[in-house]
């Protein structure tokens, strides 16, 4: 059954417990580590996706324990073709802290190839990066605003049912637009806010094993409409919902559990995703180069780039929302 929460709660009881659990429109969920009997052992996640039709950017920073991560790729959607390079420090001592307030804060890092910094405003957020030697043979630069607009959010809230100490809280927030240039070796991007838009997948979690995760996302524009598309499998106590969800102009529509068939030895083939009496169907085709999926392999985190086609149906809707030829990209990471 999913629970939908609408008055703001506490993350944790004095206990170190999570015990208000469930789903909301909006961030209620007060994060407040300092209660948490787990503290020392959260892992974090900031994740960004930022696209304008023409490119697509995926930015992921991770802090798993006491392993540090960053993670990019940039995908040409036009000519066809991925870069991508990571960073990971393992036995990291000193924690690369992330901003917890989504209107405030400051990260930064730097080593002998990678700039990295990521600041939250109340109106955005700004993304520089200077990435030297990306991939082993270009050099890459990104300086990005973030504007966010009005609209909801998905706030997903779940314990493990043996031990509510161990959670999982996740924040999906497809309102901002893009603008500002990425780099990557002679290959030059702009983006504008009237075409570029951007993602905020927010997560922080303690968890007594790795897991294997994956989401199918969108974000783009049908008939004028911004439309944004979150199905996940996930972590926790399923009892309390899920992260499926999409966005039609800003306001959310909650889905139910989502059947998935594809095969993951072979990428380059579609993915299916089916749901309710109708309400989702949905084929998720890779785009190929050379016969092989459009893809970027980061350490343990696939992206892979490819087009929706099918439709969803929801009450709140009215009619049938039709994805055919709507940009996507498929998820897989362990964490």
């Known amino acids: 059954m999913q629970h939908e929460i609408t008055q703001p709660c506490n993350v944790f009881e004095k206990n170190g417990e999570v015990m208000n659990a469930g789903w909301a429109r909006s961030p209620v969920f007060n994060y407040n580590e300092a209660d948490s009997k787990m503290s020392g052992r959260h892992g974090e996640r900031d994740c960004y996706f930022i696209n304008n039709g023409e490119v697509s950017l995926y930015l992921s920073v991770e802090n798993l324990g006491l392993e540090f991560a960053i993670k990019i790729a940039v995908a040409d959607l036009k000519r066809g073709g991925v870069i991508s390079d990571f960073v990971v420090k393992k036995l990291n001592l000193i924690k690369n802290e992330l901003p917890e307030a989504g209107d405030s804060g400051e990260f930064l890092y730097s080593d002998k190839r990678v700039q990295l910094q990521l600041t939250n405003t109340p109106q955005g957020r700004f993304l520089k990066c200077d990435f030297i030697d990306f991939a082993g043979i270009k050099n890459l630069y990104f300086n990005l605003v973030l504007k966010k607009n009005y609209g909801d959010s998905l706030n997903e809230l779940a314990p493990f049912e043996r031990n509510r100490k161990y959670f999982y809280l996740k924040r999906f927030v497809p309102k901002f637009v893009a603008e500002g240039v990425i780099r990557v070796g002679g290959l030059e991007y702009t983006l504008n806010e009237a075409t570029g838009r951007a993602y905020f997948d927010w997560t922080r979690f303690s968890k007594p094993r790795r897991h294997n995760y994956q989401r199918l996302s969108a974000d783009c524009l049908i008939d004028g409409v911004r439309v944004s598309l979150c199905l996940a499998s996930r972590v926790g106590d399923n009892r309390y919902g899920n992260e499926n969800c999409f966005f039609t102009n800003g306001s959310l529509h909650k889905l139910s559990n989502i059947n998935v068939r594809g095969n993951t030895n072979r990428l380059e083939r579609p993915f ?37 086609y099918g439709e969803l149906n929801h009450l709140d809707l009215g009619k049938t929302l039709v994805l055919d030829n709507a940009q996507a990209h498929l998820i897989f990471t362990e964490f």
């Open 272 to 308: 299916f995703f089916r749901g309710g009496t109708s309400a989702v169907s949905i084929e998720f085709k890779p785009f190929t180069v050379g016969g092989k999926a459009m893809l970027a392999r980061m350490g343990s985190t696939a992206v892979i780039f490819g087009r929706l």
